[in-house]
């Protein structure tokens, strides 16, 4: 009998200080990571008040530069990429023909012939494959995955904690913008960016460089309340503010429109992968939305569960937690959208029993110190 | 980790404190620290029969759900209703303030199959390792 395991776990080059940081280790899409280290509340709260660190490696960075770059960019992705400045950051999405989602990305925009896009490390074989398959003459691809590190310092005191520790006036720096600048003995790039719903920066590094800066800001933000911080507080806090998950909110039978990405899909900059379809399926508006759920009996929502209006099941819960902030069970699925407006009553099926829901106005979570 | 002597333990990581035909049933330290934060407890309405190995209600961490079995059979006398408002309290004190029902039990069906203190915490170890 065979014990061999054909795919073999990935490791983030942080995986080293995550024993005496006191995380348990969780396999997500292959990779060995923290899901929490001094519990998914206080790190939830940490970031929500002062910040978190967190490690999130095992994201893809994909490099496409060259005369057609931006050209090929806009063919793939569903927002508008010309409109991107030098150092500027733009969420977008990549949609297959059906217009079904093949990843939620960012984009970042390095000189006017080069870009990077983050990706989710779950798709980035797909993403890859999808990209290369329609590289035209003129573009290059590259995989920077492997010599990419990426932290994400997240929380309000995230810029007085950084700012110490760089090269560059944090200050100045915008939100949804990056710069290059030196960390300690080595080149990052930091960029005013997060998947929490506060104020912080992702900054990209190379992996050996990655422990001693994650140290740095240990030492640095521990005073003022930062602590590290797992997958379990990174998906608490997105789903407060109602951040799609990919694989969970969002995938490859859910059209950008559907899923409450209209603000990033921009049907009018000209063609693209998946715009015709989009168009077909919800142009004249989508059939069903994810939405916002709050649970008002006893009980947590969790992906998977039916939602029913009316007596007979109108939708799925796709992701739902119990909510740190709001101390209150949340969730995000997909309802009929005669059923999408926030006030409506609906129930969600948790072990058998029906328990009392609303749909509600999100984020759930309004107070976040991010700056738009 | 936290193994109290005088309580006996299930292979699910409940413990049974027995004080006459009363039995206290909660889970232990080793099982709150595994689940992490909880956040949400189904338990039994007082008169319910619960059934030794049988699920008797759920507890949910922030990220997981788990089934409570009960380690003895009975009749449910008392249960932590203040649990049902601050479950952190079975994460803060789960042999005290974190207990969950107490279970009227007939004499022959008493303790037996139960893990002593040791048994659990050599049984903890090796699920540990493995």
């Known amino acids: 009998m065979s014990l061999s395991n054909s795919s073999r776990q990935q490791r983030t080059p942080l995986f080293p200080l995550y024993a005496r940081c006191g995380a348990r280790v969780v396999d997500f899409h292959g990779w060995d990571l923290p899901v929490q280290f001094a519990g998914v509340m206080r790190e939830h709260r940490a970031v929500r008040t002062d910040a978190g660190l967190f490690d999130v490696s095992h994201m893809g960075e994909i490099e496409i530069s060259g005369p057609g770059a931006l050209e090929f960019i806009q063919r793939l992705c569903v927002n508008d990429a010309s409109r991107l400045a030098d150092g500027q950051v733009q969420y977008s999405a990549m949609c297959f023909d059906d217009g079904g989602i093949v990843d939620d990305v960012t984009v970042y925009r390095f000189a006017a012939d080069r870009f990077l896009f983050c990706v989710n490390a779950s798709n980035r074989g797909k993403d890859l494959d999808w990209i290369r398959k329609h590289r035209p003459e003129g573009v290059e691809v590259r995989d920077l995955s492997d010599e990419t590190a990426l932290l994400a310092l997240q929380g309000p005191k995230a810029e007085f904690i950084l700012n110490r520790l760089v090269d560059l006036s944090l200050p100045g720096l915008k939100y949804y913008h990056f710069s290059r600048c030196r960390a ?150 997909y309802v009929p959208t005669p059923l999408s407006r926030p006030g409506t009553a609906v129930s969600v099926e948790i072990r058998a029993a029906k328990v009392e829901a609303e749909v509600v106005r999100t984020p759930f979570y309004r107070n976040g110190s991010i700056r738009k | 980790m936290d193994f109290p002597a005088d309580l006996k333990y299930t292979k699910e990581h409940e413990w049974a404190r027995q004080e006459g035909k009363e039995v206290t049933v909660g889970i232990t330290s080793h099982a709150q620290e595994e689940l992490g934060d909880i956040v949400f407890l189904e338990l039994p309405e007082v008169g319910t029969e619960v059934v030794r190995g049988k699920t008797l209600g759920v507890v949910e961490s922030v990220k997981a759900v788990s089934d409570l079995y009960s380690p003895v059979s009975g009749r449910v006398v008392r249960v932590n209703e203040g649990l049902l408002d601050a479950p952190e309290r079975v994460n803060e004190d789960p042999y005290g303030k974190g207990w969950m029902i107490v279970v009227e039990t007939p004499e022959e069906t008493g303790r037996e199959g139960l893990l002593s203190a040791a048994e659990y915490e050599a049984f903890v170890k090796e699920e540990k390792g493995a």
């Open chain 1, 184 to 333: 300690g003995g080595n080149e990052v790039v930091v960029s005013r960016t997060g998947y929490t719903g506060e104020d912080g920066f992702e900054i990209f590094l190379p992996p050996e460089a990655a422990k001693e800066l994650w140290q740095k800001i240990m030492a640095a933000g521990e005073p003022a309340g930062l602590m590290p911080a797992g997958l379990g507080a990174r998906d608490t806090l997105r789903l407060e503010m109602k951040y799609a998950l990919y694989g969970n909110d969002i995938d490859e039978t859910t059209d950008p429109l559907e899923a409450g990405l209209g603000w990033i899909t921009k049907l009018d900059k000209g063609e693209f992968f998946g715009r015709g379809a989009i168009i077909e399926r919800s142009g004249e508006g989508p059939a069903r939305k994810l939405v916002g759920i709050e649970v008002k009996g006893r009980g947590i929502a969790r992906a998977g569960h039916a939602i029913w209006a009316d007596g007979s099941e109108v939708g799925i819960v796709t992701s739902g937690t119990f909510s740190p902030t709001l101390r209150k069970a949340i969730a995000l699925g």
